[in-house]
T-cell receptor, first 113, second 114 residues
Framework: AQSVSQHNHHVILSEAASLELGCNYSYGGTVNLFWYVQYPGQHLQLLLK??????LVKGIKGFEAEFIKSKFSFNLRKPSVQWSDTAEYFC???????????FGAGTILRVKS | KAGVTQTPRYLIKTRGQQVTLSCSPI?????VSWYQQTPGQGLQFLFEYFSETQRNKGNFPGRFSGRQFSNSRSEMNVSTLELGDSALYLC?????????????FGQGTRLTVV
């Protein structure tokens, strides 16, 4: 079955540290890729998306992600996190077969000030 | 544009009861998807509707059902509630005919089954 794996469920960082959250999927066909963020008490918001073209995509708030097709990965990065980045981050993959959006289990990021 | 609106925001029900949740998509969006969110499980896909037709269904029992109206508003129903149905239920709408386009989420309905 198609699945999306996020490697870490909890991540704790100090402010100004660099962030990388891993995301891997199991599906060999065409995909659209997303990272969503859920701040405490708020609804899910789109951070960035990849449909085609340059595999390095930039999103809001200084986040970026790189699609590596050969590794079935779409890792999220930020060079220097802020306390306000404390949130839960979800990787999501739209798989052409079945036309469905599959989410990873999420990574809770806590940034210490 | 107004965002995705879900009502009610909170619900408390007892086991065995049924519940109906409502979702109003962003104006012009014809695709509506429903997800169940629980701690540690992430978002589990329930079903997706487009132009009043269910196009896709996740791996949930038949107690979970939904429908979409001609104005794209959608409802989901859970019958014979179980304690394990306690979760945040999220609705998302998309502009295109494919849910591979960007999905916009509502704030969710927090269902507690006691």
């Amino acid at each position: 079955a198609q699945s999306v794996s996020q490697h870490n469920h909890h991540v704790i960082l100090s402010e100004a540290a660099s962030l990388e959250l891993g995301c891997n999927y199991s599906y060999g066909g065409t995909v659209n890729l997303f990272w969503y963020v859920q701040y405490p008490g708020q609804h899910l918001q789109l951070l960035l998306k990849y449909f085609s073209g340059d595999p390095l995509v930039k999103g809001i708030k200084g986040f970026e992600a790189e699609f590596i097709k050969s590794k079935f990965s779409f890792n999220l990065r930020k060079p220097s996190v802020q306390w306000s980045d404390t949130a839960e981050y979800f990787c999501a993959v739209h798989m052409e077969y079945g036309n469905k959006l599959v989410f990873g289990a999420g990574t809770i990021l806590r940034v210490k000030s | 544009k107004a965002g995705v609106t879900q009502t009610p925001r909170y619900l408390i029900k007892t086991r065995g009861q049924q519940v109906t949740l409502s979702c109003s998509p962003i104006s012009g969006h014809r695709s509506v998807s429903w997800y169940q969110q629980t701690p540690g499980q992430g978002l589990q896909f329930l079903f997706e509707y487009f132009s009043e037709t269910q196009r896709n269904k996740g791996n949930f029992p038949g107690r979970f059902s939904g429908r979409q109206f001609s104005n794209s508003r959608s409802e989901m129903n859970v019958s014979t509630l179980e304690l394990g149905d306690s979760a945040l239920y999220l609705c998302a709408s998309s502009e295109g005919s494919s849910i591979g386009t960007e999905a916009f989420f509502g704030q969710g309905t927090r269902l507690t089954v006691v």
